[in-house]
């Protein structure tokens, strides 16, 4: 729709994004932060801003550094916490630090500077209690011996790093040479509680107790090949003393939460998969000392976040459910579980009140994520914040029904008018996952506004619907998930606003790879876009970042059989294909390879001189997802031009920005 932000990319981009969410102890004040795009478009700086949690007055900014702020804490005192880069006279690009900005008011006020800088920060609700995460090189026995090592790497310009173990890399940065620690903050300096931890909190998570005496932290450990298992481990604050609490050699076990009283810990217990049988993700507590106790054995969702209630008599859990995630509340006696928010929203950042009450952030595709307060009736106040943007069309819910008799939901995006729509198929990735919450990087109003109906289905494997429904495409992924994509094609097809002959595909990741997968196995496409896709299985998963993982999930015979390169022969829809150069979890390799053959043995092959209608759009810098806002634009701009040559038969001019 013409005068919407999604018709024109610049104003898209430009559009402020929400993330995080801070709430002090006393629960009067409110943080959010804002990302705005900088006047050269090149980057988001990111802003400290306080929201009236009555939701009655406007957003106010407190923070205005040029690089931006992150990571919003209150200490127990009310002070704002936060980490940010700001260069001074002597040091340019210094690394990140960690600020304080008075609850009293004044000037941010940098409180600790390390060498490697401050990657993030926990403070206690009820002690004068901080803990830092930093990274630290394995040999340094101190900060201060941190600082002398990397001025000795800095001015031999080294960059090598010698592993002993696995993994060397992930999602989109090498891992190594320096390990992630944990640090009490006092007086300006950093004691670190964690010596020697190797890889073990690099991807972890932890709570600090509410009077700062203790944390827990969910800590890697090496397992049998090249595979980690997570435990969780208790780290006196004063001490460093480590002990392990929760051990289980057939589950990960992560993001603990300590009860306020600090009796008990509540955490997520994933189950380790195997080519037959997938994950099972229950929320357990322990009480310290005692034993495991598993609360949602008889609850068919898998919990995603976890956190106690202010008084500590409930758990509060989100999850995927139907297309959403609503917050839910889980009694620790009984493991009964009754659902909060009712809406069509999801929610993450739970924090709660002392009244009953807690603060989140929610989205859906009608609106990007916003703030909001969530009484104990589950009656929901939004606080002003953003402004939401004007969309393009209307969303709609579609369900088909597979062949197997299952149910298959899927939102279905709508352009403004009433001329039928050609058909755009979006797969999301994962795969254990749903499409049910606002995405800036796949956002389906851009292509909405270009005329098209976007259909975004939840087929086997997407969470929210129960175990069975993963378990039918478990270690199948072009059987049940692609026959589940046909059947909702099928559906959307036979909406009156949808235009049946002009119909194409696109997904990322494990989205990509169902569009490989499709590109195989129909040719009732017209275009067929393949953002960081899987292609050769038995290449992909001895080199991406987690390959125990993947390994566990499929033998090498399953491999083979759900392999799209096997049916590379059958390709005769043009193909976008998409990859960056830093993609570790789906390596380079993958597009590469997939290029070569599009070129060489698909039906629809390079002719003598070289011409071929498939196209390739290659990122040297950019990872899985790509992150940088000029990028991002070229990413819409190419697909559009590619979606428009070959399914409305229409030319649009590439940008000049790729020369």
Same mark, same amino acid.
């Given at each position: ?13 430009? #559009?402020?994004? *929400? ?40 957003? !106010?900014?407190?923070? @205005? ?14 002070? #704002? ?39 993030? *920060? ?7 209690? *901080? ?34 173990? @696995? ?10 040479? &320096? ?12 004691? &670190? ?13 932890? &709570? ?33 003393? !480590?002990?392990?609490i929760a051990d289980d050699p057939v589950a990960d076990l992560g993001s603990p939460a300590i009860s306020p009283d600090g009796s008990t810990v509540a955490f997520i217990r994933e189950t380790h998969s195997t080519p037959d049988q997938a994950p099972r993700i229950t929320l357990c507590t322990q009480v310290f000392g005692g034993e495991r106790v598993e609360l949602?054995?008889?609850?068919? !969702?898998? +919990? ?15 999850? &995927? ?7 839910? =509340?889980?009694? +620790? ?24 009450? #807690? ?25 002003? =914040? ?78 929210? @619907? ?26 959307? =097809? ?34 067929i876009v393949t953002h960081a896709s899987l292609w050769a299985l038995d290449q992909f998963g001895p080199t991406t970042d987690g390959a125990y993982w993947w390994a566990r999930e499929m033998t090498p015979e399953m491999a083979e059989h759900n392999s799209p390169h096997r049916y590379v022969g059958h390709i005769t829809t043009p193909m976008l294909v998409i990859h960056g150069d830093k993609d570790y979890r789906v390596p380079i390799g993958e597009g590469l390879r997939l290029w070569n053959d599009l070129l060489t043995r698909s039906g629809l092959p390079a002719d003598d001189t070289g011409g071929t209608a498939h196209r390739y759009l290659y990122y040297p810098s950019e990872g899985h997802w790509i992150a ?18 070959? *399914? ?12």
């Open positions: 729709m013409a005068g919407t932000p999604f018709a024109d990319l610049d104003a898209y981009l430009a #559009l402020p994004r *929400v993330s995080g969410l801070a709430v002090s102890p006393d629960g009067r004040r409110v943080v959010t932060m804002i990302s705005e795009l900088n006047n050269k478009g090149s980057e988001y700086v990111t802003a400290a801003w306080e929201l009236d949690p009555d939701g009655q007055h406007a957003a !106010r900014r407190l923070t @205005y550094g040029a690089k931006g702020e992150s990571q919003p804490t209150f200490t127990a005192a009310g002070d #704002l916490l936060f980490v940010a880069a700001r260069p001074t006279d002597s040091d340019e690009e210094p690394p990140a630090a960690l600020w304080r900005l008075p609850a009293n008011g004044g000037e941010a006020q940098r409180i600790l500077e390390l060498a490697g800088g401050v990657s993030g *920060v926990r403070a206690a609700r009820s002690a004068d209690v *901080v803990v830092v995460t930093a990274p630290m090189l394995p040999s340094a026995g101190t900060p201060e011996d941190d600082k002398r090592l990397r001025t000795l790497r800095k001015d031999n310009k080294v960059s090598a790093i010698l592993h002993t173990g @696995y993994p060397v890399r992930h999602w989109d940065h090498d891992l190594g040479p &320096d390990h992630a620690h944990l640090l009490r903050v006092e007086s300006g300096a950093a004691q &670190d509680i964690t010596p020697q931890p190797g890889l073990a909190l690099n991807e972890a998570t932890a &709570d600090i107790s509410a009077d700062g005496s203790f944390a827990v932290a969910s800590w890697e450990l090496p397992a049998p090949g090249a595979a980690l298992r997570s435990v969780l481990v208790r780290i006196d604050i004063g001490t460093g003393e !480590r002990t392990v949602t054995a008889r609850w068919d !969702r898998w +919990p995603t976040s976890v956190t106690w209630s202010h008084d500590g008599s409930t758990l509060l859990v989100t999850a &995927d459910d139907d297309g959403r995630a609503p917050i839910f =509340c889980v009694r +620790p006696g009984t493991g009964d579980v009754s659902q909060l928010t009712h809406d069509d929203f999801a929610y993450s950042d739970v924090r709660p009140v002392a009244d009953g009450a #807690l603060y989140a952030l929610r989205s859906s595709y009608l609106t990007p994520p916003h703030p909001v307060r969530v009484d104990a009736d589950g009656s929901v106040t939004v606080l002003p =914040c953003v402004e939401f943007p004007e969309l393009p069309g209307e969303l709609v819910e579609v369900t088909a029904t597979a062949d197997d008799g299952t149910p298959v939901r899927s939102w279905l995006t709508l352009p403004a008018g009433d001329t039928p729509a050609p058909l755009l198929l979006w797969v999301h990735g994962g795969p254990l996952g749903s499409w049910n919450t606002w995405h800036w990087r796949w956002n389906p109003w851009v292509l909405t506004a270009l005329g098209y109906a976007v259909l975004m289905p939840d087929p086997a494997l997407s969470t929210g @619907y129960g175990q069975d429904f993963i378990q039918r495409g478990w270690g199948a992924w072009g059987f049940a998930p692609f026959t589940d994509l046909m059947a909702a094609v099928d559906a959307a =097809c036979e909406h009156p606003r949808v235009d049946a002959g002009r119909i194409a595909v696109m997904g990322g990741s494990f989205g990509g790879y169902m569009a490989n997968w499709i590109a195989g196995h129909t040719d009732r496409f017209a275009a940088a806002p000029q990028h991002a634009k070229i990413w819409y701009q190419v697909v559009a031009a590619f979606l428009s040559e070959h *399914v409305l038969k229409e030319h649009i001019d590439l940008p000049e920005t790729l020369g």
